[in-house]
């Protein structure tokens, strides 16, 4: 299956709505002394992921972009 423009601001579009919920939790968790509870590390997991594909999909986004015109 290829991507096109629409399908991936829909995927960016929700990864930024799932890095925006990870940084609310963390504001609220992540303090002195919770940083090893599971909950905050697997948010944190989840927010560095988030962060990777929105830079990978990005990256492809300016690429099919570029291709398409």
């Known amino acids: 299956m290829q991507l096109d423009?629409?399908?991936?601001?829909?995927?960016?579009d929700g990864l930024k709505l799932e890095i925006d919920s990870c940084e609310e939790?963390?504001?609220?968790?992540?303090?002195?002394g919770n940083e090893n509870n599971e909950d905050v590390v697997d948010e944190k997991k989840r927010l560095k992921k988030a962060k990777k594909l929105l830079d990978l999909l990005c990256g492809n986004h300016y690429y099919i972009i570029i291709n398409s015109q």
């Open 25 to 32: 939790f963390m504001r609220c968790w992540d303090y002195k």
């Open 5 to 12: 423009t629409d399908d991936t601001n829909i995927l960016i």
